[in-house]
């Protein structure tokens, strides 16, 4: 079987991997934390600019750390979406370049379904079905996921992600970009329970998550006690107590889901895939739960769960395997279901 090369470029981070079957041969990823760090956010023109300027380097760099040659290639899986479309359509156009250059075929990699992929290039011992936790800062969802099949949605948000929660309250506490980490090591100091946010749609028979109600509860909370004074003239204590609070909230409403379509679905496995399952507190309380109801939970280490080629090329290398090809007219796209583009892709060949 011949190695996989990925490149992602969704967002902020412009990545390239190499992937053979379930070995990681190389992975590199060139974040850009200080090119939006002043802004609070990412500036997606200042993104895809930054990528056009380091894309080659990148992919050099990826192929060097796996000692391998374009021709020694069995092909080339680029992320086509959802993301910004001015980060992505640069690692498409490389990809599409890259592998007409150097003949290899070309796949489209959704990016979800790249995220899905990074559990069972991670765990091999993880094998369909079992259930996959999507948690980023673009997505909050579960898919059924089986051998043959596209993932399959069973529950996503109805507004924000929950990274994007995490993202926009680090914001509201005065905490610097990239607030999900930020956010996370304050709460370390804190007192979950000190308030009771509320854990939109935790029960009851709806599908879905919803965050802007627990962003708002917490924008309504800190007002109260602010008046209209800065975040940060709040003492270190109360802003820790908010910080684990919505952090608690945040992650026991994703685990009492997974858990309710775990048990309805009949699987005995659970997939936590996607940035914000680099939490630590998140983690705990799922195993937790893991252990109480008997299912098996599969964290991917740090470095598979935040943005990186890795996956996209694990997920590729399945349509790949299949004879899947994309044609060079291939477009890059912001929003979409995992759709025919990714079929299956969420495991590894
Ligand atoms: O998967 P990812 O790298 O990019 C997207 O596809 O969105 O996820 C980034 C998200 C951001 O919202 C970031 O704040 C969040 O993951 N994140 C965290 C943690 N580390 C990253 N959220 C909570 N706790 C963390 N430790
Ligand atoms: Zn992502």
């Known amino acids: 079987m011949k190695p996989t090369l990925g490149i992602e470029s969704s967002c902020d981070e412009?990545?390239?991997?190499?992937?053979?079957g379930r070995e990681i041969l190389a992975s590199v990823v060139h974040a850009q934390t200080d090119v939006h760090e002043p802004y609070g956010g990412v500036v997606p023109e200042l993104a895809s600019r930054d990528h056009a300027r380091c894309v080659s380097q990148v992919v050099a760099r990826a192929l060097a750390d796996a000692g391998l040659k374009p021709a020694d290639l069995g092909g080339v899986a680029v992320t086509a979406g959802p993301g910004l479309v001015g980060s992505l359509l640069v690692g498409l156009c490389f990809g599409k370049a890259f592998a007409a250059r150097h003949a290899l075929p070309l796949v489209g990699v959704h990016h979800v379904a790249g995220h899905l992929a990074s559990a069972e290039l991670a765990d091999p011992a993880l094998v369909a079905p079992y259930l996959g936790l999507v948690v980023s800062g673009g997505h909050t969802a579960l898919y059924r996921i089986e051998a043959d099949a596209a993932p399959a949605l069973l529950a996503e948000t109805r507004d924000d992600a929950v990274g994007e929660a995490f993202d926009k309250v680090a914001k509201l506490l005065g905490l610097p970009y990239p607030g999900g980490p930020a956010l996370a090591r304050l709460a370390e100091s804190g007192d979950e329970r000190a308030i009771a946010f509320p854990r939109?749609?935790?029960?009851?028979?709806q599908q879905g998550f919803s965050?802007?109600?627990?962003k708002t509860a917490v924008a309504i909370e800190l007002e109260r006690r602010l008046g209209g004074r800065p975040a940060n003239a709040l003492p270190e204590r109360e802003r820790a107590d908010i910080a684990?609070?919505?952090?608690?909230a945040a992650t026991d409403v994703l685990v009492s889901k997974a858990r309710r379509l775990l048990a309805r679905e009949g699987l005995g496995q659970l997939a936590i895939v996607g940035g914000v399952a680099a939490n630590q507190r998140l983690r705990r309380v799922v195993e937790a739960a893991a252990r109480e109801d008997g299912f098996r939970a599969v964290?991917?280490?740090l470095a598979l769960c935040t943005d990186n080629a890795a996956m996209i090329a694990a997920a590729g290398a399945r349509r790949l395997a299949r004879g899947e090809r994309d044609a060079l007219d291939l477009g890059a796209f912001a929003r979409a279901p995992i759709p025919a583009l990714a079929r299956a892709s969420a495991g590894v060949a």
Not at 14 to 20: N, Q, S, T, Y
Request: proline share 12%; net charge positive; no cysteine.
């Open 14 to 20: 412009m990545a390239a991997a190499v992937v053979r």
């Open 200 to 205: 939109p749609m935790a029960h009851g028979a």
């Open 211 to 214: 965050y802007s109600g627990l």
């Open 244 to 248: 684990a609070s919505f952090q608690a």
């Open 299 to 301: 964290f991917p280490p």
